[in-house]
């Protein structure tokens, strides 16, 4: 349901003005207290919107993979309140926030699409919060875990779901290790 979403905000944003911004893994498109004046839109690659803690420690706030807008609740906020960072190599589409607010204003289709896109987001950020609520490594893990299907993706990636879930990459490694010996 989420792709439908992605797919129909894909096709309709297509129609704003953009540039290409191509990025290198660890590069950062944003930082926490920058002004917002462009929009993005992951083409390829994937951008996590992190926020650093006082511990040192970020949190994963969303990963953005293709057709996903980075940091959309940015739209009404004058300056960005966490940071955009690659996490692989990709591409994005980059708009004006005005193009964005003019369209919304002007089309009642691409603003149904948008609400689509936002309720969308919202169940994951749910999900998300009630995946932190959770006291254990292995009941975070599991819940991660049927909240994407039970798939657990490629070893490289790994850190970015210990971060997600809010634990250290260390712990899910032990768990993930203790699952395989079962």
Not at 45 to 61: I, N
Not at 117 to 137: F, M, N, P
Request: hydrophobic letters at 45%; glycine letters at 8%; a positive charge.
């Amino acid at each position: 349901m989420i792709v439908i979403m992605h797919d129909r905000n894909t096709t309709l944003l297509r129609e704003l003005p953009s540039v290409g911004v191509a990025f290198d893994a660890g590069q950062v498109l944003f930082a926490s207290g920058d002004k917002v004046d462009r929009m993005y839109q992951v083409v390829l690659g994937e951008v996590q919107l992190m926020r650093h803690q006082r511990d040192g420690t970020a949190l994963v706030l969303q990963r953005a993979g293709p057709g996903c807008l980075v940091a959309e609740a940015s739209l009404f906020a004058d300056r960005y309140h966490c940071d955009a960072l690659a996490v692989r190599q990709g591409e994005a589409r980059s708009f004006s926030r005005q193009s964005m607010k003019d369209r919304l204003a002007a089309d009642s289709s691409f603003a149904q699409a948008w609400m689509a896109y936002l309720s969308g987001e919202v169940q994951a950020a749910r999900a998300r919060a009630e995946i932190l609520s959770l006291k254990t490594v292995s009941s975070r893990l599991e819940a991660w875990l049927a909240w994407h299907d039970g798939v657990l993706p490629a070893k490289g990636t790994w850190k970015s779901i210990a971060a997600e879930i809010g634990v250290s990459a260390e712990a899910l490694y032990r768990e993930i290790g203790r699952r395989r010996d079962r």
